[in-house]
């Protein structure tokens, strides 16, 4: 089968990479012309210092290419997806779409594999999430993901044709469980941030994290989610990834709010989205998401961060 990548970022590029490597014609579609030509001429990409992109990677601009495969990975912001899709619903109908991005929908309150269900009922819809990092990807390190899918046909499909010898998949059904797990974990790798940033150190980052996850699973299990499915890879093996190192972009998020620096505006941040619908999801279902609610705050200006410790260390005690 074919396979296409939606995006030429860091990630979407890391992906290519390794599918690449494993003998796979791979076709990536970029935006920007002039990022195209880069990569095309000088098989590099400046977002992965160091990794050279495998000749049998194809570029371009045009999207006609890229609807010619089987398989399109889309990797492309979540809140970009949704247009994506609307526009292109036609070219995409019949393909095995895997979202490749990680949040929810603001504006459909609806994570990426049920964004593609919905918008190309045609397609069969999945999601690859885990614990990964572009740069470990691209060099060929180690990583296991998760592959979900409703369809568990459609689903063995995919994980036999985007495994690869370093990228191992595991597969599931439970797509709202994957969704739910990928998305909250930036919000809160970005609280992680500014715990560190704040100078509240490493015992404060761990109980965060711990408290963190029985809130993500809260949340989960309300919107049908399996428990168990935020147990594993792309729940709380993203969140312990995410919450302890700098190549986060929502944890270097966070440091910067906890020092209260400036931060790189065109970097994509999907967790302050996450946490403001989040925020939204909490308050129409009745859920107790006082992390959720204070990340979201402090990415809309409406609090700082001493305000928001005390809001959570004023909270009543209770069993654990």
Known sequence: ?????????????????????????????????????????????????????????????????????DIILLAIPAQTLRDFLMA???????????????????????????????LVPGAVAAML??????????????????????????????????????????????????????????????????TIGAQLGESARAALITRGFPEMQRLARKLGAQPDTLAGLSGFGDLVLTCTSEQSRNYRYGLALGRNEDFDAGTTVEGAATARAVRQLAKELDLDMPICRVV???????????????ALLSRPLKEE
């Not at 292109?88 to 269900?117: E, F, N, W």
């Not at 990964?132 to 296991?144: C, K, M, N, V, Y």
């Not at 979201?296 to 005390?310: M, Q, R």
């Open 129 to 194: 999430t885990g614990p990964s990092f572009a740069a470990d990807i691209a060099r060929g390190l180690p990583t296991a993901l998760t592959i979900a899918c409703a369809d568990d046909e459609g689903g063995a499909i995919l994980q036999t044709a985007l495994s690869t010898t370093a990228m191992r998949l595991y597969r599931t059904t439970d797509t709202i469980g994957a969704e739910l797990g990928g998305a909250l974990k930036n919000v809160m790798a970005i609280a992680s941030g500014v």
């Open 1 to 69: 089968m074919k396979i296409g990548i939606a995006g030429g970022g860091a990630f979407g590029t890391a992906l290519g990479v390794a599918l690449a490597r494993d003998g796979n014609d791979i076709t990536l579609w970029a935006r920007n012309p002039d990022a195209v030509t880069t990569m095309q001429t000088t098989r590099k990409n400046p977002r992965l210092p160091g990794v050279v992109l495998p000749e049998n990677m194809l570029f371009s601009a045009a999207l006609e290419p890229l609807f010619a495969c």
């Open 296 to 310: 979201a705050d402090l990415t809309d200006g409406e609090t700082d961060v001493p305000t928001a410790l005390n």
């Open 88 to 118: 292109h619903a036609a070219q995409l109908d019949g393909k095995y779409l895997v979202a490749c991005c990680k949040g929810i929908d603001l504006t459909r309150m609806t994570g990426p594999a049920s964004t593609i269900r919905d």
